[in-house]
């Protein structure tokens, strides 16, 4: 299950699962990912993912901009639809999400040490 | 000063094993009473290793023990806890299966009017005086350091998820910093040892309601520990109604007299 992560100084302080076709991330309420932030615009950017044809549970996830009006910067440039890969750090507004692919972040034990 | 004590340690529904841990005793020769409570990481059975090196450490030394420290009950606490840190942190360097392990602890030492705390991670102590809640320790977590320091806002730390990320864990590195905290305890006090699978799911009102209910039972003296096990049956049933999916333990210690 590949993941979205809020980071905050290098920390994970949010984290979502990608466990569903499409999340909308956005500054309105029900957006599945809803960042509090005035530089998000309401319905700023939306991940899809889309199964891989011939390849059994293979996943990729797209990242489309929706025309918001801060952009959303994908490694430092400014993208309106592009793939994404393992370690991909997305910028929306002043926050600073990676993606991480497959099972590589584990987050799920009791307490991890981190630093 | 008399105590009434109750404890209770649950591996929970979802969880395969029990890498909680916790202990209590009375030093006769000295006139104290301590609880310290432990929750373990890492993988396979290595949490279980941890707490249970850190409590069978901390335990040895109190028992063993036959003067008071001259440097304070804090010091002294804050001094086990870094020897218990090498145990565990050469243990998991000997052991390939125990690498990477690691547990957070409190430890409380009850010596006439004195209270001493020391911790390390998000295990935590509550007290509860004239029912009014307060959380004695500070969780060693990086949503914590993050907020300490005010690079998120309390908002944000309220509404991450990844709130189980240690700062600060026993045996995970070469060195590890203890907190230490002491204060003048009355008669009515009650204190809770907690791990995160128990406080995570419950609210403070809920954990003030419990520990006024455990209080009320100290005083009454009638079949006490029974229904103080009960009682805290009771908490771990409800942190796992309201989703808690990690081991649960807690300790009660009520002052009578």
Redesign the interface.
Known sequence: MAYLALI??D?????WELNQDELLIGRVKYCDIHI?DRAVSSKHARLTVKEVPYEQGGNVVLLEDLNSTNGTELNGNLVSRQLLKNGDIIKIGFNQFKFVEGSTLN?D??????? | MNYQVSTLSEKGNFRSNN?DAIAYGVNDKLNITWMIIA???GGHLA?EVASSLLIDYIEKEIVQLDAKPESGWCRWIAQQIVSANEIIFEHAHKQDECKGM?T?GVVVIFDKQQCSIGWV??SRAYLLRDSQLSLQTEDHT??Q??LNKG??TA???E????K??????IG??KDVEVDTISYHAVQGDTVMLST??LHDYLTPTEITEHMKEFASLAYANVAHEVAGISLCKKMTEQAITQLSK??LTLGLISITE
């Open positions: 905050v100084e920390v994970v302080i949010n984290k509090e987050l034990e009791t307490a991890v040490i981190v630093g | 890498e929750d373990g990481m949490g690691g957070t991670g998000d990086m949503i350091y993050l690079a998120i908002n944000e730390a509404k991450s998820n990844t189980n990320l240690l700062s600060r864990a995970s590195k995160d699978g990690d081991n």
